[in-house]
């Protein structure tokens, strides 16, 4: 969670860093505000924000600064530096682990929420909205670090204890009881067929999906997207969150079978920009040999997915022209993925 508080307070304040760019998710650019950089060439930019062991620190190749970002903020923006100080206490006071507490009950109410409304959003039971959490709570603070549209916030929910969720899909799934966010998949009768749970413990399996029986791939969104308009297909539901009218596929498969609802219609696939990965080349090459339409990122696409790119300062408008930009279909998507992919024997891996 560290690295994220980071990176949100740099994009804070970077309206206030003369030429500040991302360069890569990891690396952003900026003329260095505290020795005031080259004076004659103003458009030299020697100070860098890089991610090291899970932080972000701030170095000057002109002066020689170099500190956390706590301390860039207190030299930069003192009220930046208050609120960053805030959170981090937040963050690291705890208050959020619920093994900690002998009763079960935090400071934000949580498990009394939960113990008076015995939830039932929908056929989801022992959730809380993530709207419904106090601004300081984790798994709130998790998904601002990544800059999930707050419109979001009352589809997404949060358990403290996600094996009676999962117990809920499927009955047969037996699993240990912890802390994790909620995210829900529907058929298009609003009936609820699956979960996927994001554990907050750094040390936990990072994803757990749960899904109904008689049911594969599942598809997040699918029940709300218009079918007239195109629709854009993540891998991640997290990433399709950004997007005009996306869903996301999750569950394991080598192939890609499209629900009813999905065939021939302007559907566009958009996997992570993972050119290495023999299990997404694979995916992509079976998508464009059945002649999906797939967005194929240029070289200067540095960023992994659609949540890197948010956050490393892209618009959505920019993301969305771009990825429709580099959208391809039949032979021009078989060329594209040849300059793209980098697994073959040419490339050495």
């Not at 929420?113 to 959003?121: A, D, E, G, P, T």
Request: hydrophobic share 35%; glycine share 6%; charged share 25%.
């Amino acid at each position: 969670m560290h690295a994220f508080l980071d990176k949100k307070f740099i994009n804070l304040v970077s309206s206030q860093l003369d030429r500040f760019k991302w360069q890569r998710p990891t690396l952003a650019n900026c003329r260095c505000p505290i020795c005031g950089d080259s004076q004659r060439n103003k458009n030299k930019c020697r100070g860098y924000f890089y991610e090291r062991d899970g932080r972000y620190y701030y170095k000057c190749h002109n002066c020689s600064a170099a500190m956390t970002v706590s301390g860039f903020l207190e030299q930069i923006s003192p009220t930046l530096y208050s609120e960053f100080r805030m959170e981090w206490i937040k963050e690291k006071g705890g208050g959020f682990k619920f093994a900690e507490n002998p009763k079960g009950i935090t400071s934000t109410g949580v498990a009394e929420k939960l113990q008076k409304l015995n939830v039932h959003r929908g056929q989801l039971k022992h959730v809380l909205a993530i709207s419904e959490l106090e601004s300081n709570h984790a798994a709130r603070m998790y998904l601002e670090n990544r800059l999930i549209p707050e419109s979001k916030f009352s589809e997404i929910y949060y358990t403290t204890d996600f094996s009676k969720v999962a117990k809920g899909v499927n009955p047969e799934m037996v699993l240990k009881p912890e802390e994790r966010i909620v995210i829900p998949f529907y058929d298009d009768n609003n009936n609820l067929i699956g979960v996927q749970g994001r554990a907050l413990d750094p040390n936990a399996l990072r994803y757990i999906t749960v899904k109904a029986e008689d049911h594969d791939r599942l598809f997040y969104n699918l029940h709300k997207v218009n079918t007239n308009k195109r629709i854009y297909v993540t891998e991640g539901p997290f990433d399709s969150m950004f997007l005009p009218n996306a869903v996301a596929m999750v569950g394991a498969s080598k192939s890609v079978k499209l629900p009813d609802k999905l065939r021939m219609r302007d559907v566009v696939f958009c996997m992570d920009n993972e050119p290495r990965s023999i299990e997404i080349v694979n995916m992509m090459r079976n998508l464009v040999a059945k002649e999906h339409k797939v967005f194929i990122p240029d070289h200067r696409l540095e960023e992994k997915d659609i949540n890197e790119m948010i956050l490393s300062g892209k618009t959505l408008e920019n993301i969305v022209d771009y990825i429709d930009e580099n959208t391809y279909g039949g032979i021009l998507a078989q060329a594209a993925l040849s300059q793209w992919e980098k697994t073959t024997e040419r490339w050495g891996v």
